[in-house]
């Protein structure tokens, strides 16, 4: 597949989603592109919601997603994401065996995934046996392997131990170098600054800041402090309406 | 087919189990019921040729498997024995007629009345339900699937496995019945299948396609299936209960394998299930493309 600039953009155009009477999402305007953008935002906030409507998984109840130009659902639009997501543990009947049939639909390059897997370390044993770390670590490689222009991860980090951070960091630095596009939502920035081109920071549903990482790190004053610690004061400074 | 495959994996196989030996079980049940005519009118016909057996040796009385006889005395006559041999032989040779008439609707009705029905149910409900409830549709969904191409497999899979278990079971049932005809010393010949072995399918496959619907919104394998089994009990116990009508579908399917005598004629019993199947696939369909949203978690 031929990754254009085009192909690569994401876009909501003032997404709501509602489950019951909560306001997951309320109005979302927002784009991301080329390069790794850094969603930002506390539990709850609607990151996963976001990711999930971008991925097609939930209707949003009203407002619009395109994919590289594509209405979200539509098999071109399908084409041009991937996503990392944990099988729970309803899922312990699925034995690799009948994972690898399942993933091997789904064009996931399979040598690089065994390749990833081996790298992170994760142990070549059913998905329900493995600790919950190797079962992210897995999730990660597969999500990794299919090498789609549009990658969406979600809390990549939490529960990765520090060989698998710098794994990981690895990994998107190479997408965002070979113009892919990856979204990384957290709650807790664990991963430098320094991978991000851009940052989105939501709160209760709405959204407080889209633009360059700089631009975030500017709400809270530089005392020398580690640049992942800056980060996340920033992004409590934005939630909270505490500015520098 | 790549779709139906990993739909397929996705269901448990200890899931599948469930309507697997249901569904053996009831078969089984149904094949001894298919020669249970031909068994008693056998029986009564060996125990009368044995009684008359049994006076000319000069007993008084006679207790067989299925008749019992007695000639009151001592060489008391005893020639209506015969009389009741040549009624049993004209009633074995009915029954043995009844049966070759045509085997196949036979086995198709008893196949497809109910212990394929089993069957259809879970198996719509686990192929929609399964994915669901193992985040193997929102992992599909967000690598690359999209829903459409989920609905139509989960439709065409059910489609698939309901048919195929009718095959399957049919040509099973069939090769039973010869079985125990032979082994009942009964020439016959290998006829041909009829198309009234095709009636019980619009009926197994509305079954499905319930199961289908039942799945996707409930969203887990065997409870899909459970759910599916539910509704169309209820509405079996309502057909019962307001008096065997063309209401509802259950009744449709029943008319077609001949269990229940409607004021409906069976071109439009089969349309009906044919057409309830039709409108579920849809409804399922389109449910699962505009409005539900797949767990992740």
Request: aromatic content about 8%.
């Amino acid at each position: 597949m031929t990754v254009t600039t085009t192909s690569t953009e994401v876009v909501t155009d003032r997404l709501c989603k509602q489950f019951g009477k909560v306001v997951a999402l309320d109005h979302v305007t927002v784009g991301f592109g080329t390069g790794a953008t850094a969603l930002l935002g506390r539990n709850g906030a609607g990151k996963t919601t976001l990711i999930n409507l971008v991925a097609g998984v939930v209707f949003p109840t009203s407002g619009t997603v395109s994919i590289g130009g594509h209405r979200v659902g539509t098999q071109a639009a399908a084409d041009l994401i991937a996503r990392q997501m944990e099988l729970p543990t309803t899922a312990g009947f699925l034995t690799p065996k009948r994972l690898r049939r399942i993933f091997r639909l789904s064009d996931v390059e399979t040598d690089r995934l065994h390749g990833l897997l081996e790298e992170f370390a994760v142990p070549d044993r059913a998905h329900g046996k493995l600790s919950t770390g190797n079962q992210l670590k897995f999730a990660l490689a597969l999500a990794f392997a299919r090498n789609r222009p549009i990658l969406l991860l979600d809390e990549p980090t939490a529960g990765l131990d520090i060989f698998g951070v710098e794994i990981l960091t690895r990994l998107i630095a190479e997408r965002t170098r070979s113009g892919q596009a990856t979204l990384v939502a957290t709650h807790q920035p664990t991963l430098t600054p320094d991978l991000f081109d851009r940052a989105v920071v939501i709160d209760q549903g709405r959204l407080l800041y889209d633009g360059n990482l700089d631009g975030l790190l500017q709400l809270t004053p530089d005392t020398g402090e580690a640049a992942t610690t800056r980060l996340a004061n920033a992004m409590t400074r934005l939630i909270t309406g505490v500015t520098a | 087919m790549r779709n139906l495959r990993g739909i397929f994996n996705s269901m448990s196989p200890a899931g599948l189990l469930i309507p697997l030996v249901l569904s053996a079980l009831l078969i089984a049940q149904g094949t001894s019921l298919m020669t249970r005519e031909i068994d008693a009118a056998k029986c009564g016909l060996d125990d009368w040729r044995a009684a008359l057996e049994a006076f000319e040796n000069g007993a008084v009385d006679f207790q067989g498997r299925c008749v019992g006889a007695s000639i009151g005395a001592p060489g008391q006559d005893f020639s209506w024995v015969d009389e009741q041999i040549q009624a049993a032989e004209v009633a074995y040779d009915a029954a043995v007629a009844s049966v070759l008439a045509d085997p196949w609707k036979l086995a198709a009705d008893s196949v497809g009345g109910i212990a394929l029905v089993f069957f259809a149910l879970f198996v719509g409900g686990m192929a929609s339900g399964s994915p669901l409830g193992s985040v193997v549709a929102a992992w599909g969904l967000s690598n690359g699937w999209t829903r459409r191409a989920w609905a139509r497999s989960t439709l065409t899979l059910t489609t698939f496995a309901t048919l195929a278990a009718y095959v399957v079971a049919l040509l099973a049932v069939m090769a039973l019945l010869y079985a125990r005809l032979s082994s009942l010393g009964i020439d016959f010949g290998l006829a041909a299948p009829s198309l009234e072995a095709l009636h019980p399918i619009p009926g197994l496959l509305y079954f499905g396609m319930l199961g289908v619907l039942s799945g996707m919104i409930v969203g887990r394998g065997e409870m899909g299936g459970l759910v599916a089994v539910v509704v169309a009990i209820a509405d079996f116990m309502l057909s019962a209960r307001f008096g065997v009508s063309p209401w509802f579908p259950t009744t449709w399917h029943q008319t077609a394998v001949g269990t229940a005598t409607v004021p409906m004629s069976l071109p439009l019993a089969l349309g009906l299930a044919a057409g309830a199947a039709v409108v579920l696939a849809l409804v399922g369909y389109l449910f699962f493309t505009r409005r539900r949203d797949v767990p992740d978690r």
